[in-house]
Nanobody, 125 residues
């Protein structure tokens, strides 16, 4: 059973920065993504990265967030700059089938088989 463990969340003022990390218990080159869920709202995709390192971003974070991966360390990252209060929420790391390769990021949740427990991000105005 693969495990994903997020870290790096916290409280920050608007326009501040945070870097989230996700450790993966198994080697993988599959598509991985960050999702977030604010209280009372549905979970939404934020950013993702595929086997080749191609990335995709949700429109509201484009230009502010950067997703990256280090397969040698089994790590996924999300660098978040110029944070806004509306970026607040629980951030989840997700991975598609661990043994697969994946070209082209999808933001469809059902395509992601593996999920972490989340790390909280709170941005105050």
């Amino acid at each position: 059973q693969v495990q994903l463990v997020e870290s790096g969340g916290g409280s920050v003022q608007a326009k501040g920065s945070l870097k989230l990390s996700c450790s993966v218990s198994q080697n993988t080159r599959t598509c991985m993504a960050w999702f977030r869920q604010a209280p009372g709202k549905e979970r939404e995709a934020v950013a993702g990265i595929d086997t080749d390192g191609s990335t995709r971003y949700e429109d509201s974070v484009q230009g502010r967030f950067t997703v990256s991966r280090d397969n040698s360390k089994r790590m996924l990252y999300l660098e978040m700059n110029n944070l806004k209060p509306e970026d607040s929420g629980m951030y989840y790391c997700a991975a598609q089938s661990i043994g697969a390769v994946c070209y082209g990021v999808t933001f469809t949740e059902r395509n992601y088989d593996n999920w972490g427990r989340g790390t909280q991000v709170t941005v105050s105005s």
